[in-house]
């Protein structure tokens, strides 16, 4: 069986964190797209996995027609680990934000559907100029 079903079959059946841990211990793997958001819900809730720090979310175009590749790479302080998660998207589909877990993505999250067209929805940002929450618009 291949780490992408294993973790999507975690995600659907919330099987036990042991199991969880064990896949992440690869290191670097790639997921469906709409398992996006609960992939990161589980490895940042997840107390044996603790994925707590978003170091950096990257993209880049695959093969003309073959979609955009998002990754995103993930630090457990309480672990020393490293992890990095990928999924590929092409244009029609569109993946969650992920601020609601790193208030903090939101600036690589707006550098991505500003260069690669608008596949992430729901980006919260803390304006530094306004000092209130707002919805991106672009």
């Known amino acids: 069986m291949d780490l992408e079903s294993d973790i999507n079959k975690l995600i659907k059946s919330k099987i036990t964190r042991v199991r969880l841990f064990e896949a992440c211990r690869r290191l670097s793997f790639t997921i469906d797209y709409k398992n996006w958001k609960p992939t990161m819900?589980?490895?940042?809730?997840e107390n044996l996995?603790?994925?707590?720090l978003m170091k950096i979310i990257t993209f880049s175009h695959l093969e003309e027609g073959a979609g955009i590749k998002i990754s995103i790479e993930l630090h457990s302080r309480l672990r020393g680990e490293s992890i990095n998660v990928s999924t590929i998207v092409d244009k029609n589909q569109k993946i969650p934000s992920l601020t609601s877990l790193w208030t903090y993505a939101d600036w690589f999250e707006c550098e991505i559907n500003h260069r690669a067209g608008k596949?992430?929805?729901?980006?919260?940002?803390?304006?530094p100029?306004?000092?209130?929450?707002?919805?991106?618009?672009?």
Do not use: M, P, Q
């Open 41 to 45: 819900e589980a490895l940042y809730y």
């Open 49 to 52: 996995l603790s994925f707590t």
């Open 119 to 127: 596949i992430i929805e729901g980006i919260k940002s803390k304006n």
């Open 129 to 138: 100029y306004e000092g209130k929450r707002r919805e991106h618009s672009h």
